[in-house]
Structure formats: C-alpha cells, structure tokens
C-alpha cells in the first residue's frame, strides 16, 4: 500500500508504525523490517556466550564531497547500518543490547545555523518514533549512556571483517572515549553477513519491487533505442525511468552499456570506458543495468540487437546463452551446489555453441577441457540484497573458493539455502586475448572452430541475468516474469517500440540549440 504523505525520501509514522516509501506509486516499507532483522542477529549471537550486558555497536556512513571542494557527493548509508536500523541520515551510531534487545541510536547534535542551510531540525524524541526505536540519544552522550547499557562488564561488539568481493575492511565503529570500554570486533561480521545471506519476507518484497522497477526502465530501453544513439543515452533513459518511475534515487552500481565490441568487456562503463560508443545498426547491446530502492538493490543484464532484429549469429549465441540460463533456473533449490550450477551452466551452453557450429567434438571432453571458461570467464552469479555483490559469500564456515579458470570467478562456492537472493547470468564473449590463449593451447584448441571463431572476432558478446529467490522447492523470478527474454518476445516489444515516435537525437540537440 503507497502512503499517503506527499513529503518524499523520509520515514514516517503513524498510529505507532513508521514506513518508508517515495510517493504513492511506490512501495510502502515498514520499519518492522529492521526490528525483525535485530532479532535474527541477536539469536545468532547468543551462541557465541558473550560477556553479560554486552552491546551490538554498529557506526553509519559519514558525509563527504568532491576531494577538497565542498560538492556534496550524494549520501548513501552504509549498508551493515542500515539492514540493522534504517537510518537514512549521516553521522549516526546504533547500539543494541543483547539481553534484552534494546535499541539506542545517536544522532549528531547540529548547530542552530543548520536549519538556516538544510532544513528543520529534528529531535531526538522525533526520530525515536521514526524509526521505531526505544531511545535516541546524540553522538556526544554515547561514553555515558554505552557505560550504562554495558555496566562496566560487558563488551561492545564491534564489526571487523573484510569483504571478500571487494577486499575491503568494513567500517568499524570508534568514537572519542571507546578506549574505556572492553571491545570484541571478533565475533559479529560473520554473524550479521550471514543474517544478510537469508532475507526475510519484507526485505523480499524490497527486492521484488526494485526488480520490477528495473525490469520496466530495461523494457523503456528496447522499446527508444536507435542505431546512431550513444550508450550513454540508454543509460539515462534507464535512470530516468527508474527515479521518476520508482523513486529509485541510487543505482546498484554503474551501469554497463556496452554496444558492439563493447559487450565483451565485462564491466565496461567505468570512468576509463564511459558509455560513449555511437551505436551502429548490426551491433549486440548489452546492458546490465541495476537500481536500487530503499538501499535493495537489482542487477538485471538484458542483450538485443540494435536494429531490433537478430542476425542469424546473434540468434546462436543469444539461444546458448539463454539455454544456459534456463537449464540453471530449472535446477536451483535448496541443497544444489552454486559449483555445480555454474559447470551446468557451461554445459547447456556448449551444447547450443556446438549446434550453432562454434564449437566441435565431444561435449564430455570440452567439459574436461574448461571450454566453458573461454567463452565465460566470468562467475555464474552472486549474492544480491543491500550490495549488489552482497555479502557472506565466503564466510569462514563456507566452502572455500574454487581455483579453475572461470570457476575461481564465482563469488560464492554456496549450498544454496531457501531465501537465499542470487543473479542467474551466464554469458557468452568474444574476447581476443581469451581466444587467443585459447588457440595456443591444444587441449582447447581442438574443439574451436576456426572460420567460427574468426568470423565471431569483434561480435562483443552477450549476458542474460535475472534476480532470483531460492525458494522451497526451486525459485523465483524477482521481477514477476516482465523481461522479454525469447528471441521472439526481444523482437515484438522493439517492433512496438518502432511503431510509436522516432527519436532522433541529433535532430533534438539541433533544434535544443536553436540550429
């Protein structure tokens, strides 16, 4: 149900339960989500037997700008922050006791001239009933109020791990004075990581709406794209959909756009390769693209043709790609390893490469061989939820990352678990210095097709994903099935597209420009 307060991007409450949403059209989330979430993560604490009195300390993201000038760069929480307690504002700390599970924030103490610069001011009691806590103090009166919640003998559990996709540590809380308080940063990452790797029925349906949203902005794309665009024109397209549309202020990460050669390069879009390209009429798009609402984020890649018509190449690798896809959908539920999806994957998708002439021999022997890697090299999927690669995909307790080229890209080695969230992306590349290795080297060489294989140099590639719940008995699609995915539905939805008003962007600029 959408609210109905117009005042958008903030918490608000009524008859005692606060929900955040961005307008009628969007979804409503009650601050429920995050008391559910401390409960799970105080239950998983009781085993480790800590010190009594001992309190959860969590610090959230600070404010920051452009270097050393003062352009703010737009806020977004830290993430093991905000899956604990919802805040949605700069310089916070939380603490939660784990007897009793009581729930304390601080808030910055802001001067007076603050609502002069960025609005009304808000207390402490104020922010209390908007996020639905027992009390909120200010980050000055934490040394006294930490010192009664601990009684001088418990601990405050602080967070300390690294992130294994990304290598960094995680921010943990310090604040003038913890040198007086006993500290144990050992026992809590692993704990909330694994919180975070199960989702609950509300954070679900966060996700489920952000897919949605994501999925509709990607139809938008297919239906206006136009051969002599730019990528980056697509991408704005896709922004543009998913804020106004979705109340989606963040993307999940930035946005691949990659046309031509460019599909082949696995995260193109990034400040050296900005989505700059001017698309050509026979070109493969491919188009991974992601918003994220309320922190949840998507991760969706769809790949068409530009002129909304596949060649007879572009069928052959979009349908083994597909199959690759559709083989591993079918296979997931809990118990079935991540491993073995993704040797699935490689499998399925062989299969199609060899009826489309790519490849050659024995299926069994190119499983042998790896072959699966020189056209994917990258993992199957990952974890998805508050990061887009999210965390606890190699806990210490879990199976440990795999070495194979290919394989030793999968950013989690899982058993997958119901309600566990995962993307589903195999894909298919053509990238020289992979074939080329390739070639060199006999044992795969064999099996590849030269006049394919050169006739394919320069195609860029292509990259089907979906977002996924594992549920009992298999999965769901995230976005309710509203992805064209067959190369039949892929062609209708940009034939509508063509049917309806031309945009031709060099005439537009002309004409903004008054020439």
Known sequence: ??????????????????????????????????????????????????APRSVVLLQGGEDTTRYSADADIIFRQETFFHWSFGVLEPGWFGALELETGKTVLFCPRLPAEYAVWMGAIITPD?????????????????????????????????????????????????????????????????EIAECRVIKTKEELEVLKFAATVSAAAHKAVM???????????????????????????????????????????????????????????????????????????????????????????????YNAVLSASLAVMEAVRPGVSWVEMHRLAYRAMLTKLKEGGVVQ??????????????????????????????????????????????????????????????????GCYFIDHVLDEALANPVQARFLVPEAIARLRGFGGVRIEDDIVVTADGMEDLAQGTIPRTVEEIEKLMAEGRQKEVFVPQLQAQQKLGQ
């Open 126 to 190: 104020e922010f209390r009933r908007r996020y639905q806590v027992d009390d909120v103090h200010y980050v000055d009166e934490m040394p006294k109020v930490l010192r009664g919640m601990t009684e001088d003998s418990g601990s405050l559990l602080t967070l300390r791990g690294v992130n294994t996709d990304s290598g960094k540590t995680t921010l943990e809380a310090t604040f003038d004075g913890i040198s007086q308080f006993r500290v144990d940063n050992a026992i809590l990452h692993d």
């Open 223 to 317: 239906r206006k794209i136009r051969p002599g665009m730019k990528e980056y024109q697509l991408e704005a397209i896709f922004a543009h959909h998913t804020y106004y549309h979705g109340g989606c202020r963040h993307q999940g990460y930035t946005n691949i756009c990659g046309s031509g050669c460019n599909a082949s390069v696995l995260h193109y879009g990034h400040a050296g390769a900005p989505n700059t390209r001017t698309i050509t009429e026979r070109d493969i798009c491919l188009f991974d693209m992601g918003a994220e609402y309320y922190g949840y984020t998507s991760d969706i890649t769809c790949s068409f043709p530009a002129n909304g018509k596949f060649t007879e190449d572009q069928k052959i690798i």
């Open 1 to 50: 149900m959408a609210s109905n307060d117009k005042t958008p991007a903030a918490p608000r409450y009524a008859a005692g339960a606060a929900y955040f949403d961005m307008g009628e059209h969007t979804l409503r989330v009650p601050m429920t989500l995050h008391a559910e979430n401390r409960q799970r993560l105080l239950k998983r604490l009781v085993k480790h037997n800590p």
């Open 361 to 426: 021999g024995d299926l069994d022997e190119m499983m042998k061989a790896n072959l699966g890697a020189v056209f994917q090299p990258h993992g199957l999927g990952h974890l998805l939820g508050l990061d887009v690669h999210d965390v606890g995909g190699y806990l210490e307790s879990n199976p440990p990352r795999p070495q194979e080229p290919g394989f030793r890209s999968l950013r989690t080695a899982r058993v997958l678990q119901e309600n566990m969230v995962l993307t589903i992306e195999p």
